[in-house]
């Protein structure tokens, strides 16, 4: 194999790659990408067996072949070669040399065919969607699901179809985000579950730049395609919690107020919550919240709100963090607290637009 | 019809021959070859040998042979001691009540004489002529005169010829041969003075001092390097009492092989006690790690039963808890920071010997002080004054020590280096901020008394088995204290509907399981307690610098103080070593000065 490349082209597909290969390691050859020369251009392939990534860019290929490298090394050695003009070739034995002016690198790589095969998808299911919508609704979920490996199974963001509806809904057992769209949507039978570090990977996808943006589902897969490249991650295989069994009916104590005034006062309050704990008690009567928190080693903090409520006075407690996290993604200036009681599931949402519901279960300060 | 039937069946029972019985027991007390030495080295004890040796082959399965010098016996003894529940040693009924001697039960010669070939020869000291006695399979073969030296031999052949059974389920020689040296480890601590010598085909094992102590035994059998890295262990009220070595955290096994567990002397295996261990070090040392311990609990007869089962290597204590507290609180005594070694040269310099005595007393307070988990060394209440004397003369002096630590530089961004008369330090950057951070938490969490807790939006299901179910009723009430709110769900189920805020974002359900696991087992709620200084170290380590990183030198010093205001064992929670010492001679003798 042997090919000629421009540096700045390859490191910006080696930099998408380099995001997606396994840290920890576990199989040598995930440390490393598989370089496909053909034809007039290079594809460029790295796994981590949950996120798969495939890349592609012109080249002047002299003599067609394939070879893996360690994807770290390889990045490093291009991002710091002397000329714009890279050199790369490689014999059969498994060296291969990286030429840029007068460096010359000899890197020893692993056998190509231990490389896991890229997951098969059918080009034809693509679909166009709108990136601004998924790109939302992502970022108003994922912070809710759930970082605990041993519950595999809300490790991620549930996303299914109802009727022209898309929702998703991520949950750490202890709130849940749940965000409804209208919006132009692949083929999708049954609610799938897109793990963390995919969903991760989709958003920065969605970040980079402008272009078109394609979906397909297959049975363990989500295929995702922008311009020549394309992310293929794997599905987790699990059940999702039945979620709208635990979305309260009849909270009938209604505290509506501004947002910016809630969050604000939060970040506040809490900054003198125990450690971890991070609770904050919410004092609530009659057009009046007073957010509290102590901390027997430090002292205790106060605030106080205007709000409008006319029900009965109650106390509740509330991780401090749960409640910031969503008010820093609705995005509208009115919100609304529904509550019930002191031990019952509250709902947080914007007090004038529909489409997007948070759930969080009170502390018991 | 079914009269019939019934009346055949009733004539199926027999009692079996004497032969098949004895055989059939032969299976509970010889289990491997192992339990043959073990037998056979119990009776050379109780027969007061000063000197034993015992020589195999094959893993013991081709010979076992034990020479001892003791007492010897007549030949009608000798032919006696092979008859089933033959013994010198128990007499009357009550008598099983005070057991003194190893053996009691009867069992052993003629156990193993039923599953292999025996020739015993024996003489008792200032006889002309001595006795040999061959028994094959259970049957004597041969009785006659024999010249021999004072004492027993024992000599057993082809362990479980006629057993083809047993002899199939043998492990590998090298797993026998283990088993063997492990048996012999046991005995050689639990008696010091008796000289014991180990050989595997031919070739010495294990060959340790004459007439030694516990300390030099345990050099005779962990090498010599272990002395400087244990510390001896005292502690009792007279009815009940311990004695022993612990060592530094850094001996620790992922296993329980390291600790040596007596209990009047005799090698037990107990989780209870296991747990109390472990429980004394879990400030020290991580989860799943077991320090290396031998420990003789000394109790009267009548409070704990040995006859549980026939190798004898379980026993029933009659009140486990105060054992429990008695260990686990000893431990933690001894590893408090007026110990650590590397603190201990410099403390012995400054400590007067009446604050030594005073460490003495702190001690024993703290075991009677009352029945109340303990919680922590620094808050407990009701401290008389010169405790809090003691206290205030450690802590200066720790506080001293590392005021007076200069720090001379970083090393790979990862150990600061620091000098004081005449030693040279290295201290585990993360290792320290991480303890420091713990103990602060630590220190937060106990003076609070508090536990808020987190309500879960999807309560959790939890499947207990019987045991689990019972010891989760009944100790509710410490389990809520602790923030946690679990509801029966019908049969074996429960549902954790709250769990303490500290633990979200951590499976609870295992953490559950495991609690109540410790339950079960010990009998009591000690490491409820243990469990939060776990959850509290996880995110201590994630509080602090991890990895390389450049200090200033203010930030050096500040890490350095910051150590001598934490009460900790030289360890970082994890059981690794924060601080390590090197003398000068040391590093005089690296360069050939010495």
């Known amino acids: 194999m042997k090919f000629e490349i421009e540096r700045d082209v390859f490191l910006k597909i080696l930099q998408r790659a380099q995001g997606v290969v396994e840290k920890r390691n576990t199989m040598p050859i995930l440390a490393n990408i598989l370089i496909t020369a053909k034809r007039g251009k290079i594809e460029v392939m790295a796994t981590d067996l949950e996120v798969s990534i495939k890349d592609q860019c012109d080249a002047v290929v002299a003599k067609e072949g394939n070879i893996t490298i360690n994807a770290r090394k390889l990045f490093e050695i291009i991002k710091e070669a002397p000329e714009d003009k890279i050199d790369i070739s490689a014999e059969g034995s498994g060296k291969i040399i990286i030429k840029s002016g007068k460096a010359k690198f000899n890197i020893v790589g692993l056998p190509v065919d231990e490389f896991p095969s890229f997951p098969a998808y059918d080009e034809g299911e693509l679909f166009r969607i709108a990136p601004d919508v998924l790109k939302d609704m992502i970022e108003k979920t994922v912070f809710a699901a759930s970082t605990d490996e041993t519950r595999y199974n809300i490790n991620g963001v549930f996303v299914e179809k109802d009727g022209a509806n898309i929702r998703m809904v991520a949950t750490d057992g202890h709130r849940l985000a749940l965000i409804e769209r209208s919006s132009e949507w692949p083929k999708l039978d049954k609610g799938v579950i897109l793990p963390r570090k995919g969903i991760l990977e989709l958003k920065k996808f969605l970040e980079s730049g402008e272009g078109a943006i394609s979906l397909a589902f297959t049975v363990n897969n989500m295929i995702v395609k922008k311009d020549g490249t394309i992310v293929v991650i794997r599905l987790i295989d699990g059940e999702f919690p039945d979620y709208k069994q635990v979305i309260p009916k009849g909270n009938d104590k209604k505290i509506g107020l501004e947002r910016i005034d809630l969050l604000s006062s939060l970040k506040r309050v809490s900054l003198l919550s125990m450690e971890k704990g991070r609770g904050v008690k919410f004092g609530i009567s009659k057009g009046k919240l007073e957010l509290s928190s102590s901390n027997p080693d430090v002292g205790e903090a106060r605030e106080e709100i205007n709000v409008d409520y006319k029900n009965d006075e109650m106390d509740v407690g509330f991780n401090a963090t749960y409640m910031m996290e969503a008010l820093g993604v609705i995005d509208a200036d009115k919100v609304v607290i529904e509550l019930k009681d002191r031990e019952s599931p509250a709902i947080l949402k914007s007090a004038t637009a529909a489409g997007y519901l948070y759930v969080v279960m009170p502390m018991r300060i | ?594």
């Open chain 2, 1 to 594: 019809m079914s009269y019939h039937h019934s009346v055949l069946q009733c004539n199926k029972i027999k009692i079996m021959p004497e032969s098949l019985a004895i055989k059939i027991s032969a299976g509970e007390v010889v289990e491997r070859p192992a339990s043959v030495v073990k037998e056979l080295v119990e009776n050379s004890i109780d027969a007061k040998a000063t000197d034993i040796s015992v020589y195999i082959h094959d893993g013991g399965r081709k010979l076992i042979r034990v020479i001892d010098n003791g007492e010897g016996m007549t030949r009608d003894d000798a032919v006696v001691a092979f008859e089933r529940h033959a013994t010198s040693k128990l007499l009357k009924e009550e008598d099983l009540y005070s057991i003194h001697t190893m053996g009691f039960r009867g069992e052993a010669l003629p156990s193993i004489a039923s599953v292999s070939e025996i020739v015993l020869t024996t003489k008792i000291t200032g006889e002309i002529t001595g006795s040999m006695v061959k028994v094959k399979g259970g049957i004597i073969e041969e009785v006659r005169d024999a010249g021999c030296a004072d004492g027993t031999t024992v000599e057993a052949r082809d362990i479980f010829f006629n057993t083809p059974a047993r002899l199939k389920f043998m492990r590998s020689v090298a797993t026998e041969t283990g088993h063997i040296a492990d048996t012999i480890t046991r005995l050689a601590l639990a008696y010091p003075a008796i000289r014991f010598r180990l050989f595997n085909n031919g070739s010495a094992m294990l060959k340790s001092s004459v007439k030694a102590d516990l300390r030099i035994r345990i050099a005779d059998v962990f090498g010599r390097d272990f002395l400087k890295d244990i510390i001896p262990l005292e502690a009792g009220n007279g009815v009940l009492n311990i004695h022993g070595f612990i060592a530094m955290p850094e001996t620790a096994y992922s296993t329980t092989k390291g600790l040596f567990i007596y209990v009047n002397n005799r090698w037990i295996r107990d989780r209870g006690i296991n747990h109390a261990i472990t429980n004394g070090y879990r400030n020290v040392l991580g989860q799943g790690k077991y320090p290396l311990v031998v420990l003789f609990i000394t109790i009267a007869p009548q409070n704990v039963d040995v006859n549980v089962h026939p190798t004898k290597c379980e026993v029933r204590f009659k009140s486990p808890k105060s054992v429990y507290e008695l260990v686990s609180r000893a431990i933690e005594a001894v590893l408090a920071p007026s110990h650590v070694s590397f603190l201990k040269s410099y403390e012995r310099k400054v400590l007067t010997a009446e604050v030594r005595e005073g460490a003495v007393n702190y001690n024993n307070a703290s075991h009677n002080s009352s029945a109340v988990p303990l919680i922590d060394e620094g808050i407990e209440g009701g401290l008389q004054a010169s405790q809090q004397g003691l206290e205030e003369t450690v802590a200066y002096t720790k506080e001293l020590f590392f005021r007076e630590l200069e720090v001379i530089g970083q090393l790979w961004q990862e150990y600061l280096l620091c000098e004081r008369e005449g030693e040279f330090y290295i201290i585990d950057q993360h290792a320290a901020a991480e303890r420091s951070a713990f103990e602060k938490l630590k220190g937060d969490y106990y003076l609070n008394r508090r536990v808020s807790s987190q309500l879960l939006l999807l309560p959790q299901k939890i499947e207990l088995s019987l045991q689990e179910k019972e010891a989760i009723e009944s100790s509710m009430e410490a389990i809520t204290d602790l923030g946690f709110d679990i509801e029966p769900f019908g049969g074996n189920t429960f549902i954790v509907r709250a769990v303490p805020e500290i633990l979200s974002g951590i499976d609870c359900r295992g953490l559950i399981k495991e609690l109540l696991d410790d339950l079960v087992s010990s009998e009591m709620s000690f490491r409820i307690e243990g469990r939060l200084d776990a959850i509290l170290m996880r995110i201590a380590c994630h509080s602090v610098i991890r990895g390389k990183r450049i200090l200033s030198h203010e930030e050096r010093k500040a890490l350095v103080i910051r150590l001598s205001q934490v009460d900790f064992a030289g360890n970082c929670p994890h059981g690794r070593p924060v601080i390590k010492a090197i003398s000068k001679f040391e590093i005089e003798k690296m360069f050939k000065r010495r």
